[in-house]
């Protein structure tokens, strides 16, 4: 038992399954609650702590998952150059767009973390929660975040987005795909683009296209971070 543990094998595998199984839950009750990273994350957690696996020993297979989440995030370029036409027509509204969600997802935590007495190091940790998890992680530990907490914080972020995507669109009625995509990949990263892919391949491209804009942005606004905290 303690050489499979150790292998990273063990890792990947139990990954695999219980994202599977989650897909499987999702598809079998249609439950918006049952969202295949909900239920995988869920099992993950429950198989640790009932088997008394130390998360180190589990993380030699994560780990090597973890790493292609980069070059994941980079593949969403094939499906923005399906519809560069469609940027090229609209890209001051995307611009914009991206800028707003960005100061809106910023200054909400600012000021909600003046109100409820956050220290700067959690602040820091959760300022790049909208973004996708290599760029926050980054910006979260160059100005002294807690990186488990911005994990936490991004995942969180990506599942309420990949979740409420639909019934918010319904809700305040807004029929453009480009604004659509925009909006979910402005707020909700990775997790939520994969809700927009399933909604149309231009909400797919153009929240692909936000999860890269809004990252150069936060980038290059935590250059001013010091002074907000």
């Given at each position: 038992?303690?050489?499979?543990?150790?292998?990273?094998?063990?890792?990947?595998?139990?990954?695999?399954?219980?994202?599977?199984l989650g897909?499987?839950a999702?598809?079998?009750?249609?439950?918006?609650?049952?969202?295949?990273?909900?239920?995988?994350?869920?099992?993950?957690?429950?198989?640790?702590?009932?088997?008394?696996?130390?998360?180190?020993?589990?993380?030699?297979?994560?780990?090597?998952?973890?790493?292609?989440?980069?070059?994941?995030?980079?593949?969403?370029?094939?499906?923005?150059?399906?519809?560069?036409?469609?940027?090229?027509?609209?890209?001051?509204?995307?611009?914009?767009?991206?800028?707003?969600?960005?100061?809106?997802?910023?200054?909400?935590?600012?000021?909600?973390?003046?109100?409820?007495?956050?220290?700067?190091?959690?602040?820091?940790?959760?300022?790049?929660?909208?973004?996708?998890?290599?760029?926050?992680?980054?910006?979260?530990?160059?100005?002294?975040?807690?990186?488990?907490?911005?994990?936490?914080?991004?995942?969180?972020?990506?599942?309420?987005?990949?979740?409420?995507?639909?019934?918010?669109?319904?809700?305040?009625?807004?029929?453009?795909?480009?604004?659509?995509?925009?909006?979910?990949?402005?707020?909700?990263?990775?997790?939520?683009?994969?809700?927009?892919?399933?909604?149309?391949?231009?909400?797919?491209?153009?929240?692909?296209?936000?999860?890269?804009?809004?990252?150069?942005?936060?980038?290059?606004?935590?250059?001013?971070?010091?002074a907000?905290?």
């Amino acid at each position: 038992m303690s050489a499979l543990l150790e292998s990273p094998f063990f890792g990947i595998a139990l990954t695999v399954l219980a994202y599977w199984l989650g897909v499987q839950a999702q598809k079998r009750t249609g439950l918006v609650i049952c969202n295949n990273m909900i239920v995988s994350v869920a099992l993950l957690i429950a198989v640790l702590t009932l088997f008394h696996i130390p998360y180190e020993a589990y993380y030699e297979g994560g780990s090597v998952i973890n790493m292609f989440l980069g070059p994941a995030t980079a593949c969403m370029a094939v499906t923005i150059y399906a519809k560069k036409d469609l940027l090229k027509r609209n890209w001051l509204p995307v611009l914009v767009g991206c800028l707003t969600g960005v100061v809106v997802s910023v200054g909400s935590i600012l000021v909600m973390s003046r109100l409820f007495g956050l220290d700067a190091a959690m602040t820091a940790s959760l300022l790049p929660k909208s973004v996708t998890t290599p760029i926050a992680t980054a910006v979260s530990e160059g100005h002294g975040g807690i990186v488990s907490i911005t994990v936490a914080a991004v995942i969180v972020t990506g599942i309420l987005g990949n979740l409420t995507a639909p019934f918010l669109v319904k809700l305040f009625r807004v029929k453009d795909p480009v604004a659509v995509g925009l909006g979910i990949g402005a707020c909700s990263h990775a997790m939520g683009t994969a809700k927009a892919l399933e909604m149309g391949e231009t909400e797919g491209a153009m929240s692909g296209l936000a999860i890269g804009m809004c990252g150069i942005i936060t980038a290059v606004a935590a250059l001013f971070f010091e002074a907000l905290l």
